[in-house]
């Protein structure tokens, strides 16, 4: 069965950095698009990053600061982010869907998110 876990959320002062992971199982890694999304409290959720075997994606709001990268050893997609900024402060979700490209997918999976918090 598919699965979709992630770990690494925590509290992290402004200007910090945060490494989140999620660890999947129950399908082949090269054949899904992984994507990572957050939502804050009051607002809608948002697309932060994707990757895929075509393409990478990510928010205006995060270029330059975030990267997302896959271990296939590990079946792990990371979201590595820095420069963190109080607005960053979230439950940040992975999901995953059966696709190539993340211009074209549908999220089937998702995991139960982590809590990112950037505060003084």
């Known amino acids: 069965q598919v699965q979709l876990v992630e770990s690494g959320g925590g509290l992290v002062q402004p200007g910090g950095s945060l490494r989140l992971s999620c660890t999947t199982s129950g399908f082949t890694l090269d054949d899904y698009v992984i994507g990572w999304f957050r939502q804050a409290p009051g607002k809608e959720r948002e697309g932060v990053s994707c990757?895929?075997?075509?393409?990478?994606t990510y928010a205006d709001s995060v270029k330059g600061r975030f990267t997302i990268y896959r271990d296939h050893v590990k079946n792990t997609v990371s979201l590595e982010m820095n420069s963190l900024k109080p607005e960053d402060t979230a439950v940040y979700y992975c999901?995953?869907?059966?696709?190539?490209?993340?211009?074209?997918?549908?999220?089937?999976?998702w995991g139960q998110g982590t809590q990112v918090t950037v505060s003084s």
């Open positions: 990757i895929s075997n075509r393409d990478g």
């Open positions: 999901a995953g869907g059966r696709s190539s490209t993340c211009y074209e997918v549908d999220y089937d999976y």
